[in-house]
Antibody, heavy 119, light 107 residues
């Protein structure tokens, strides 16, 4: 069965970077793009961007251009989201969400990674 | 950026009754909309995609409709497990955008 397992919670100081992982299993890694979505406390989800694992091509929401990097590693079937220059406003749960075959919808989600930014 | 506006923010309904949630897009998105259910402490879960297609394993009491800018999700004969927050999502153009959610609560 399809599984997306994310890395554990992180606590970071303002200005620090963080790298979150999303390890996949149960499907062909290169067949499905992976999206990253974040959800601040009490807020709706927010799409951050998407990566094509077959070539590494990415598309980021303009809001996050320059502050995020999405990568993938086919040898371990793992996706990564790196955020730089964290601020308190980046405190949120970060989800990876697989693109559904033949569409742009998100069918499987990771369990989420809480990133807390606090001095 | 396409803005997705959901209404109402909170909907109180008794078990066994029906509920209709609305989502409006700031410009036409044809039928490129999905609905997600989110329970506390969990990731969102796909309910409806393509405006009206049920995702795998979703019971028939969930139905979606609409096209262009107006969409709705109807849940008939509400069960206890249906009380959650529901989000709509447009995927016609980047950046993909979610609505702010409708909390469906027990009356």
């Amino acid at each position: 069965q399809v599984q997306l397992v994310q890395s554990g919670a992180e606590v970071k100081k303002p200005g620090a970077p963080v790298k979150i992982s999303c390890k996949t299993s149960g499907y062909t890694f290169t067949r499905h793009y992976m999206n990253w979505v974040r959800q601040a406390p009490g807020q709706g989800p927010e799409w951050m961007g998407v990566i094509d694992p077959s070539g590494g091509r990415t598309k980021y929401a303009q809001k996050f251009q320059g502050s995020i990097t999405m990568t993938s590693d086919s040898s371990t079937s793992t996706f990564y989201l790196e955020l730089s220059g964290l601020s308190a406003e980046d405190t949120a749960i970060y989800f990876c969400a697989r693109r559904k075959d033949g569409s742009n919808y998100f069918d499987y989600w990771g369990q989420g990674t809480l990133v807390t930014v606090s001095s | 950026e396409i803005v997705m506006t959901q209404s109402p923010a909170t909907l109180s309904v008794s078990p066994g009754e029906s509920a209709t949630l609305s989502c409006r897009a700031s410009q036409s998105i044809n039928t490129n909309v999905a609905w997600y259910q989110q329970k506390p402490g969990q990731a969102p879960s796909l309910i409806i995609y393509g405006a009206s297609s049920r995702a795998s394993g979703i019971p028939a009491r969930f139905s979606g409709s609409g096209s262009g800018t107006e969409f709705s999700l109807t849940i008939s004969s509400l069960q206890s497990e249906d009380f959650a927050v529901y989000y709509c999502l447009q995927v016609i153009t980047w950046p993909y955008t979610f609505g702010q959610g409708t909390k469906l609560e027990i009356k």
